[in-house]
């Protein structure tokens, strides 16, 4: 190894311990650096959760002979990148930078298996590590929830929201203490509307509903549509939530029975549930769709005609909505 850090191709080190506190994960171990000399044990070791795209999170290792620990404080954009991450121990020797993997001992694997759940901005992070041929890596997802179905039932402007489980499909949902919530985030903002649900336990199967006044996203006038991503959240003792978004391949067969219209002085809007690219259970509140086409065109004394038709796509409207076309030039 001739004591230069670029003869060294790997530092003997194992994970022993890892514990998630709150906001921080905790780590202990050891490593071994009497090879080193005393000009190299001067530099900085870090414990690096590192990307395959070279996003990382890192921490400085505090080292105590052949004992370290080190401390990651968790914030809500840590680990907002899903997929899968390295360990490292990296080392900063003059103007570059050394990474070396580390270790888990197979007796130590299952202690060294750490799950919690981080929210982020967006959404909810889980955070799982697994041990792979004695080298320890994390993977990263956002959580999701699927129905066994869904229902909609709408009166003007109030949606009833009805879900169905299996008791397996989450264990959260079994504990009776547990508040459960819809919970809509607004895209542009990521600002949370959180609205209780109340719950039914028939034998295996839990059924969660609630009512969604469309009144409190608000009646503006739009030049775009405006979107919420829907999910279940289950609120924590920190006040915090754990949010699973809602996915279900069969919404778009009930968007027509969830459209709320209505009209004011400047236009005509309306509210619709949907499913994304994905199947995710969105809400989306927009100017309502006209259709307009021109079938024939063609001067007459001196004026220029236009025929054709323009109406509004829902059935709903057409039906309950008086309106006025006119052209604007």
């Not at 840590?78 to 888990?104: A, L, N």
């Amino acid at each position: 190894l001739n004591g230069e850090m670029e003869s060294i191709y790997d530092i003997p080190n194992t994970i022993e311990s890892i514990r998630h506190e709150e906001n921080s994960i905790k780590f202990s171990g050891s490593i071994y650096l009497n090879f080193l000399d005393e000009e190299t044990l001067k530099e900085q070791f870090f414990l690096e959760i590192r990307r395959p795209n070279g996003y990382s999170v890192k921490t400085p290792m505090s080292i105590n002979g052949n004992q370290y620990t080190a401390n990651i404080i968790l914030e809500n954009s840590s680990f907002s990148i899903k997929g899968k991450w390295k360990f490292f121990i990296t080392v900063y020797h003059d103007t570059q930078s050394f990474r070396f993997p580390m270790y888990v001992r197979n007796e130590k694997a299952r202690e060294n298996t750490v799950e919690f759940f981080l929210p982020t901005h967006r959404e909810t992070m889980q955070f799982r590590t697994k041990v792979i041929n004695g080298k320890i890596y994390a993977h990263t997802r956002y959580l999701s929830i699927r129905p066994n179905n869904i229902y909609f039932e709408r009166e003007q402007s109030i949606v009833t929201v009805t879900m169905e489980f299996t008791k397996d499909k989450i264990e959260i949902f079994n504990k009776n203490e547990t508040d459960i919530f819809l919970r809509l985030r607004q895209r542009d903002t990521n600002e949370f509307i959180s609205i209780k649900m109340d719950n039914e336990v028939k034998e295996d199967v839990i059924t969660i509903y609630t009512k969604i006044d469309y009144s409190i996203l608000g009646y503006d006038a739009l030049d775009r549509p405006r979107r919420w991503d829907l999910f279940i959240g289950v609120e924590t003792i920190q006040s915090q939530y754990i949010d699973f978004r809602i996915i279900n391949n069969d919404i778009n067969k009930y968007k027509n029975s969830t459209t709320y219209v209505f009209e004011n002085q400047r236009d005509c809007y309306f509210f619709e549930f949907y499913g994304t690219r994905y199947n995710k259970l969105s809400l989306v509140y927009s100017r309502a769709r006209l259709n307009k086409f021109v079938s024939k065109f063609y001067m007459k004394d001196h004026h220029f005609y236009l025929e054709g038709q323009i109406y509004f796509e829902s059935d709903f409207v057409r039906d309950n909505i008086q309106y006025t076309p006119y052209i604007e030039y």
